[in-house]
Each structure stands twice: as structure tokens, then as C-alpha cells.
């Protein structure tokens, strides 16, 4: 069935780079995203990817997709302590539309 | 253009109680979704609703929830006779027609969340 991978955790130091991994199964999927949950919140879609590209950047955020690994990362450049949160990759179900989420990344980023 | 909204924010019930709980998708969208988030995990889909019909209801326990989008009013989500397991944080989204189908960009607007505590 489809599946969505991640790791659940990332520390890094502001002003660093953090890179948020995750694989998926479902190859059909023409759009990948990327959401964000602040504590007690709900979901932010962040920024998303079409799936014949390798990569796109959004300021800070830069997606990379390897469609042959089935590998998705966010990188966010210059990481902020408002960037602390949980992400979660998404991968819309080719049949219906629903989201299969990862079990998200908790970002935390210390001063 | 208000956003998904979803009430109540927190609901406690004790076990064998009844929980509703209620979506309002944004103005202009006709598909709903429900997601699950269970402490420490992801979200996971459970029900895709449209005007008066459930188009997907494969993440649906098959006991005790039931799910509805009428032609008027918000989605309820409900859940009979609660017990411990059902607590979590029940997020509804929102989404527009889609013209592409549904392998065409199509955003999906979360809610808030309601998250149920039982007893």
C-alpha cells in the first residue's frame, strides 16, 4: 500500500541549514508537499512540488525530488527559531485525492 | 475569506458518551476530508466527503464512526459510545472542485482541529 517515511527528529543550531528527509511509495503522485504544524495548530501547506521537477526553491525552502529513490527533503536555508514546528511530506493518493502523510519531522532549532 | 473552521477547538467526553464534531470548509469548496492524529504520530486520512456523498471512507473504523456533508451546513464527524483509544486531534480540511481531477494541484485547507479527550 502507500507509505510515507520520515525521520521524527532534527536539532539544529539558528543561522544553520536544516534538510528534512522522506521516501514515499505511490510514484504516480503528480504533486508532492510539504506542511507545517505549530504547536496546537493545524496543518500550513508549506510549498509542494511537481512531480517532473527536481527542484524548486522558495526563498528560504528548497525542495529536492528524486522520482528514481522515491526521496523528497525540504531544505530550509538560515533556519529561524519560528521555524521550530513538525513537518510532515505529503503524497496525494492517485485515486481520490487523500493525503498520505509521514509521520513528521520535529524541527527543533536552539539559539 | 474565512478559513476551514472546526468546533468545538477541545471536547472531553467519558467513555460510552457520543462525540460530534463539526467542519465549515471555506467558501467555494465542496470536498472535505477528515484526518486523525494520534499523540506522537501523523495525521491519517480517514474520511473524503462531498456534497451528500462519501467518496472515500476507506480510513474509517468500521464501528462506532460515521461521517456527512449534507447539501446545507457543516460536515459532522461523529463518533458513539467514545472510548479512551478515540482521543486525539481530528482535523478537517477543505479543498475546491478540482478541474484537473484528482492528480491535478489541488491544496487542501486544514482546520484548526478539534482535539477529544474521553474520560
Known amino acids: 500500500g502507500e507509505d510515507v517515511e520520515q525521520s521524527l527528529f532534527l536539532s539544529v543550531r539558528e543561522g544553520d541549514s536544516s534538510v528534512i528527509n522522506c521516501t514515499y511509495t505511490?510514484?504516480?503522485?503528480?504533486?508532492l508537499y510539504w506542511y507545517k504544524q505549530e504547536p496546537g495548530a493545524g496543518l500550513q501547506l508549506l510549498t509542494y512540488?511537481?512531480?517532473?521537477?527536481d527542484m524548486k526553491q522558495d526563498q528560504r525552502l528548497t525542495v529536492l525530488l528524486n522520482k528514481k529513490d522515491k526521496h523528497l527533503s525540504l531544505r530550509i536555508a538560515d533556519t529561524q527559531t519560528g521555524d521550530s514546528a513538525i513537518y510532515f511530506c505529503a503524497d496525494p493518493s492517485s485515486n481520490t485525492g487523500k493525503l498520505i502523510f509521514g509521520q513528521g519531522t520535529t524541527l527543533q532549532v536552539k539559539p | 475569506n474565512a478559513g476551514v473552521m472546526q468546533n468545538p477547538r477541545h471536547l472531553v467526553r467519558r467513555r460510552g458518551q457520543e462525540a460530534r464534531l463539526r467542519c465549515s470548509p471555506m467558501k467555494g469548496h465542496s470536498h472535505v476530508y477528515w484526518y486523525r492524529q494520534l499523540p506522537e504520530e501523523g495525521l491519517k486520512f480517514m474520511v473524503y466527503?462531498?456534497?451528500?456523498?462519501?467518496?472515500?471512507e476507506s480510513g474509517m473504523p468500521k464501528e462506532r464512526f460515521s461521517a456527512e456533508f449534507p447539501k446545507e451546513g457543516p460536515s459532522i464527524l461523529r463518533i458513539q459510545q467514545v472510548v479512551r483509544g478515540d482521543s486525539a486531534a481530528y482535523f478537517c480540511?477543505?479543498?475546491?472542485?478540482?478541474?484537473?481531477?484528482?492528480?491535478?494541484?489541488?491544496?487542501?485547507?486544514f482546520g484548526p482541529g478539534t482535539r477529544l479527550t474521553v474520560l
Open positions: 480540511a477543505s479543498s475546491p472542485p478540482s478541474t484537473s481531477g484528482s492528480t491535478g494541484y489541488n491544496e487542501q485547507f
Open positions: 466527503l462531498q456534497k451528500e456523498n462519501i467518496i472515500d
Open positions: 505511490d510514484s504516480s503522485s503528480t504533486y
Open positions: 512540488i511537481f512531480s517532473n521537477m
